[in-house]
């Protein structure tokens, strides 16, 4: 007789940067895959040890690009599947149940996950977009179906297989309130800037400040009223508001200040 086929090997891959405060309890849901594998980047805090106590596969260093770090993380990874997790996001059983039983039998693909947004205690399901969050994304992918670009901030996407999508949602905890979704804004918009700034320092196009003020209009009106913002009150308002802004935010850093 012939053995019956032992079941894929699934990889949980999070990467973190001092993320002590909420690395455990992202770990925690990761029990039902075979390894996981943690990036520490430039960790200064308590993310090391947190990370060792759970038995992960460790890889430390600095990358300045987050493609750079997130692809070291997928090639650590041993296993035929990866579900790639951040620190503030949670998979919930009935997730972690339907990757089981999907992987089983799945040809090479990537799947596209759905994701619960949190602000704070409040669920916010619509609306995002505009490179300030996503209601869904490739997280779950056979070894070899994924690459990241080397953007500095929300990094292009090389994908391959089939496509395919998880009814289960992610819980992602995305800002603690208002005032870290300001301080998230400012810290995209720089590292885009940095990207603008390279951009145009090898004789590429980054548009024009009127382009760019065109988009805050076109981008609040996408996520505000196409992506139906409009249903999660101010919230949705400030969303779209957020990913109107973010354009035009990067377009300045990049071109009036000079580091």
């Given amino acids: 007789m012939t053995a019956p086929a032992s079941p894929p090997k699934l990889s949980a891959l999070v990467v973190a940067h001092n993320e002590e405060a909420q690395l455990a309890d992202c770990l925690e849901r990761l029990h039902f895959?075979?390894?996981?594998?943690?990036?520490?980047?430039?960790?200064?805090?308590?993310?090391?040890?947190?990370?060792?106590?759970?038995?992960?596969?460790?890889?430390?260093?600095?990358?300045?690009l987050e493609g750079e770090r997130r692809n070291t993380g997928i090639a650590a990874c041993s296993g035929d599947w990866i579900v790639e997790v951040d620190a503030d996001e949670r998979v919930p059983p009935e997730m972690a149940a339907e990757i089981r039983a999907e992987i089983a039998t799945a040809p090479f693909a990537h799947y596209l996950i759905p994701f619960d947004n949190y602000v704070g205690?409040?669920?916010v399901r619509y609306g995002w977009g505009g490179a300030f969050g996503v209601m869904m994304a490739p997280r779950l992918f056979a070894k070899g179906a994924k690459h990241w670009g080397g953007q500095r901030v929300h990094p292009a996407l090389e994908l391959q297989g089939e496509r395919r999508f998880l009814k289960s949602r992610m819980i992602h905890y995305v800002d603690r309130d208002i005032s870290d979704m300001i301080r998230r804004l400012d810290r995209y918009t720089t590292a885009r800037g940095a990207d603008l700034r390279a951009r145009a320092a090898a004789g590429e196009?980054?548009?024009?400040?009127?382009?760019?003020?065109?988009?805050?209009?076109?981008?609040?009106?996408?996520?505000?009223?196409?992506?139906?913002?409009?249903?999660?009150?101010?919230?949705?308002?400030?969303?779209?508001?957020?990913a109107g802004l973010y354009p035009l935010l990067s377009y300045l850093k990049a071109t009036l200040e000079a580091k």
């Fill in 205 to 242: 196009d980054i548009g024009s400040f009127r382009a760019n003020v065109r988009r805050l209009f076109t981008r609040f009106y996408k996520c505000y009223v196409t992506r139906k913002g409009y249903r999660e009150g101010p919230y949705g308002f400030l969303i779209a508001l957020m």
């Fill in 33 to 64: 895959a075979d390894e996981i594998v943690v990036v520490l980047d430039r960790c200064t805090d308590n993310s090391r040890a947190i990370a060792a106590g759970f038995g992960a596969k460790l890889v430390e260093g600095g990358w300045p």
């Fill in 121 to 123: 205690a409040r669920l």
